[in-house]
């Protein structure tokens, strides 16, 4: 394919720059409860999926065990979270804390603040709309992967 005939601007940058824009408008948001997006990520996913192995949570992140597991340790170090072994000792689990809970509930009024926030700016119709289109814009790019890479999944890369 001829460079000159592909389309711009590149997508995964595209997508890249606008997450790390709204990385940092929420990351400030959540800074008076102490906690980053990327850990309320984490912290919501243990919560919706209590008791259940990590590899589950790590799933529903679309994100690699390796990451999961880095900040899960700096959630347990903070005492957010208590990590346990299942009793096969092949998979492990995480509980959010009592102190966790607190915490948790400070970023998720911190995050609706500026959920809203921007959302409303977006448009609240707009967002619902580039919802599906993103969602759409993964579908596109795991059918593109599935038929250059056979053996490629998204949900475990």
Same mark, same amino acid.
């Given at each position: 394919?001829? !460079? &000159?005939?592909?389309? %711009?601007?590149?997508?995964? *940058?595209?997508?890249?720059?606008?997450?790390?824009?709204? *990385?940092?408008?929420? /990351?400030? @948001?959540?800074?008076?409860?102490?906690?980053?997006? =990327?850990?309320? +990520?984490?912290?919501?996913?243990?919560?919706?999926?209590?008791?259940? #192995?990590?590899?589950?949570?790590?799933?529903?992140?679309?994100? /690699? %065990? *390796?990451?999961?597991?880095?900040?899960?340790?700096?959630?347990? %170090? %903070?005492?957010?979270?208590?990590?346990? $072994?299942?009793? $096969?000792?092949?998979?492990?689990?995480?509980? !959010? =804390?009592?102190?966790? @809970?607190?915490?948790?509930?400070?970023? &998720?009024? /911190?995050?609706?603040?500026?959920?809203?926030? !921007?959302? $409303?700016?977006?448009?609240? =119709?707009?967002?619902?709309?580039?919802? +599906?289109?993103?969602?759409?814009?993964?579908?596109? @790019? /795991? +059918?593109?992967?599935?038929? *250059?890479? #056979?053996?490629? &999944?998204?949900?475990? @890369?």
């Amino acid at each position: 394919m001829e !460079i &000159d005939t592909v389309p %711009r601007p590149c997508v995964c *940058t595209s997508v890249r720059r606008a997450a790390r824009v709204l *990385t940092r408008a929420y /990351d400030a @948001s959540l800074k008076p409860s102490g906690m980053n997006i =990327t850990q309320l +990520a984490v912290m919501r996913a243990v919560r919706r999926h209590p008791g259940e #192995p990590l590899s589950h949570v790590a799933e529903n992140l679309m994100m /690699d %065990r *390796t990451s999961l597991y880095r900040e899960l340790a700096s959630l347990q %170090r %903070r005492k957010w979270v208590s990590l346990k $072994d299942e009793g $096969d000792g092949r998979s492990r689990n995480a509980i !959010i =804390t009592e102190r966790g @809970s607190a915490v948790l509930a400070k970023a &998720d009024s /911190d995050w609706a603040n500026i959920q809203s926030a !921007i959302v $409303d700016r977006f448009g609240r =119709t707009a967002w619902k709309a580039f919802v +599906a289109e993103l969602q759409r814009l993964i579908e596109c @790019s /795991d +059918a593109v992967m599935a038929s *250059t890479l #056979p053996i490629f &999944d998204s949900r475990r @890369s």
